[in-house]
Structures are given as C-alpha cells and as structure tokens.
C-alpha cells in the first residue's frame, strides 16, 4: 500500500511529476495490501499454467499439419488425455502445495523485511532487466544442481519419476511433479528476489516469464518465432529439454532448465550432442 492519499501527495514527496507509468502503478496500486499484490504472483502461475499450454495445444488442433516441421518428436500426436491428465495433477499441487507454501513461507519471508518494494518510484527498465538477468542465473544454477541429483537412483525412483512420465511431454506437463520436487524448486526460485530484492513488478514479471518458460520448453515444439534462442546466451530451449525427457530415467543429459551452459561446464551434455551429431548426418544422407 502506497504511503501517500493523491497523486499529487506522492509528487511533492518524490520532488517530480509522476511519469505515465507511475501513475498507472498510483491508481492501481495505492489502496491495495502488500499481501495482495504479492498475491497476484499466485494468479499469474495459475492463470498462465492454463492459457499457454492451450495456446500450444491450439496450434497443433489447428494447424498441425503446418508446423509438422517445428514438432520435436514428430511422429508423437498429440495426446489429449495426457494433458488433462498433466492438468489435473497440476491443478492438485497449485492448490495444495504452491498456495500454502506461498502463504506460509515465500510471502512472510520475501516482503517483510527484505527489502522488496511495492512503491514509488518504480525502477527503470535496466533496474528490472539486471535484476531478472540474476533470478534467471541463480534460479538455473541451482536448478542445474538440484535436477542432478534428483536423477540419482533414489532421488529418481522417490520423486522425479512423476515429471518424467511422459517421453514427449506437452505444455500442461511443466508443473506435472511430486510434491517434493515442487518444494524443491520453490528454492531456486525465491533465492534470486531473496538475494536482490527487487520491486513487485519485477517479482510479477519473474513469475511471470519464468512460468511461460517452463511451458515453452514442455511445449514440445521448437516454433521459429520464439525469439529468446536468437539473443539469450546458452538458451536452453525446447529442443534441450524435449531431449531430457525423450531419453527419459536413463537420462544423464541435459539438466539445465534456462541455461545450457552448466551442462557445457560439467560435462552432461555429451548425450545431446551425440544425438544432435546422428541428426544432422540423417538431415544430410536425405539431402
Ligand atoms: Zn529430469
Ligand atoms: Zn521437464
């Protein structure tokens, strides 16, 4: 909640008129709880987890036949009992593990007391940019760490088993895990906002991008107008973590879930590019 009754107070407490962006913010956000536009984070994860698998799910209805050439593992259709399935599971840890772990640790221990901000002025772009440049690094680094271990025997056949279920996945399955594994990656996402707190709109987007990222890389297409593999460094895109699951529980390949560099670093990535070698020479024989 902003500390301040009118527009007009927050200008002369800022000492400046108020830019556009600043009085969208004012209007929107002056008599709103901290702890409601924290909670708007849950929204957005369970508004997106839904609407960009459908839009995936909706490409391929529509225009299957179309985007054949996208398709990472094109001889496997479409399955729509998979993704209610994937849905329905997703739906089950949202509302009994994510809310409650939101309500009971991540809202208590982000906004309070460690300096994320709801007010004014709003950071400039390149504030926010920096700040989620390092939620993505700290988020894949530790992620990195976290997924290899759940890959050993134990950690597989206990908890990770679940999210490997399908060999192709699709959209809905990016939250499609044991309620450990979900836990578990609450961590890598909250050290980032904990590190360098930043400001709710930069915590929103966070959530945000982060959830439509791990649709993108489920989707189980490789669509030429995703622009992030043409200017992110070491993106790791659908086609990196398609691999992953293809491979499945015998997979000791390709652990990075934003970035490919950890697995260049530490050597797990010489499956996938063993494999990409065998593609490429197909791609070749058949020219
Ligand atoms: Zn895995
Ligand atoms: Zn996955």
Redesign the pocket.
């Known amino acids: 909640m902003l500390p301040y009754k009118s527009v007009e107070e927050a200008e002369a407490a800022l000492g400046r008129g108020l830019t556009a962006a600043e009085t969208i913010w004012f209007n929107y956000s002056a008599n709103k709880s901290d702890f409601l536009l924290q909670s708007h984070n849950l929204l957005f994860l369970f508004l997106l987890s839904a609407i960009v698998p459908l839009y995936y799910t909706s490409l391929e209805l529509l225009f299957g036949n179309s985007l054949v050439a996208y398709k990472i593992q094109p001889k496997v259709k479409l399955n729509l009992s998979h993704c209610f399935s994937s849905y329905k599971s997703t739906l089950r840890t949202f509302f009994l593990f994510v809310v409650p772990l939101f309500l009971g640790v991540s809202y208590p221990s982000s906004i309070q007391g460690k300096g994320s901000r709801s007010g004014l002025p709003l950071p400039s772009i390149w504030e926010i940019v920096a700040q989620l440049a390092v939620y993505f690094v700290v988020d894949d680094y530790l992620n990195y760490w976290i997924?290899r271990w759940?890959?050993c025997k134990w950690g597989y056949e206990k908890i990770?088993k679940v999210?490997?279920e399908y060999t192709a996945p699709n959209g809905f399955a990016a939250l499609h895990d044991h309620w450990a594994e979900i836990l578990l990656v609450g961590i890598p996402f909250s050290v980032g906002p904990a590190l360098v707190p930043g400001h709710m709109i930069t915590l929103w987007l966070w959530t945000g991008l982060r959830s439509i990222h791990g649709v993108a890389i489920h989707s189980g297409y490789n669509l030429p107008w995703n622009p992030l593999k043409y200017i992110i460094p070491f993106y790791c895109g659908p086609e990196y973590h398609d691999y992953?699951h293809y491979i499945g529980g015998q997979?000791q390949s390709n652990f990075g879930l934003v970035f490919t560099y950890c697995d260049y670093v530490y050597g797990t990535n010489k499956g996938y590019r063993y494999h990409k070698k065998l593609l490429h020479q197909e791609g070749l024989k058949s020219d």
């Open positions: 997924h759940l890959h990770h999210h490997h992953h997979s």
